[in-house]
């Protein structure tokens, strides 16, 4: 009888079309990642570090990646970043109409992951700011929701910063998908792309704190915005809001050219290659 009800459920609610499905997992796929995420920067600011530190908010960035890529992973290969999805585009492992829907999925994901956190933490936020939001300066708390530069960051170091580490990032997703490389075993590429995260987290988080995700950085920005911190979220930084939105669909673009020419375009054609079971939807993401 159960089965039953669920079989009608799903003709009469079930979608039909794919574009639809991969939609909505990339809209859960990121909402997840700012859950976890920005929800672990907001613990270790609002408590004043008390209850967290660099290393827990990288584990909650890893771990928010890595649950969003075994969410969505099946359904959309969980991108969960624009930069991503560009380079998958360029790569011809996405078709072009499907890039804005994906896109618009992200930033959407995003904005809603980022008001799920305020959501959560409204009354701690609301106990540290005494209602007063600020954006730069020892209260700060946009820095909870998007990234901001450190002192000594110009824009044009910060826009080398993205690029790089999000080329590192595709490089990365690429080998692990990768039916000709060595790739990864079935079932653990999400927990392998998460391990991506803590690296660049680890090692390259001092300038402005990895943001490598436009839809991650500029969708929790707008968020911001428009809940109490005003525009001077775009002006901060000497306007730096954009650097994370640029940068990183540069070091998408530029990542995927170099792993084309540097192992795919050299990859030979046995008569067998054995299977290494990384499945095609697993052309996958990130985030931060």
Not at 44 to 70: D, N, Q, R
Not at 73 to 97: E, F, R, T, W, Y
Not at 139 to 151: E, G, Q, V
């Amino acid at each position: 009888m159960e089965s039953e009800s669920r079989r009608k459920m799903k003709e009469k609610f079930g979608l039909r079309r794919d574009i639809f499905k991969e939609f909505l997992a990339e809209f859960l796929g990121i909402f997840v990642l700012i859950l976890f995420g920005c929800g672990s920067v907001a613990q270790t600011v609002l408590s004043k570090g008390a209850l967290g530190e660099p290393l827990t908010i990288h584990i909650g960035f890893t771990l928010g990646v890595m649950m969003a890529v075994y969410m969505a992973g099946g359904v959309s290969g969980a991108h969960v970043n624009p930069a991503v999805s560009l380079a998958m585009v360029i790569l011809g492992k996405l078709p072009l109409k499907k890039f804005p829907v994906y896109v618009a999925a992200q930033f959407l994901g995003a904005f809603a992951g980022s008001c799920a956190v305020y959501g959560l933490y409204y009354d701690a936020l609301m106990d540290y700011t005494n209602g007063e939001f600020a954006v730069t300066g020892a209260n700060a708390t946009a820095n909870i929701f998007a990234s901001y530069p450190a002192k000594h960051l110009s824009v044009l170091n910060g826009f080398v910063d993205q690029v790089i580490a999000t080329g590192a990032l595709i490089l990365c997703i690429l080998a692990i998908t990768d039916r000709k490389n060595i790739g990864a075993p079935k079932g653990m590429e999400p927990l392998c792309i998460g391990l991506i995260i803590m690296a660049i987290g680890v090692s390259m988080g001092l300038n402005c704190g990895y943001p490598i995700n436009p839809a991650r950085d500029l969708g929790p920005r707008i968020f911001t915005a428009a809940a109490g911190w005003g525009m001077d979220v775009f002006r901060a930084g000497g306007c730096w809001w954009w650097v994370p939105v640029a940068g990183p669909m540069v070091g998408g673009a530029v990542g995927a050219g170099v792993y084309f020419l540097f192992v795919e375009l050299h990859h030979t054609e046995p008569e067998k290659q054995e299977d290494n079971h990384v499945q095609d939807k697993y052309e996958i993401v990130t985030m931060t």
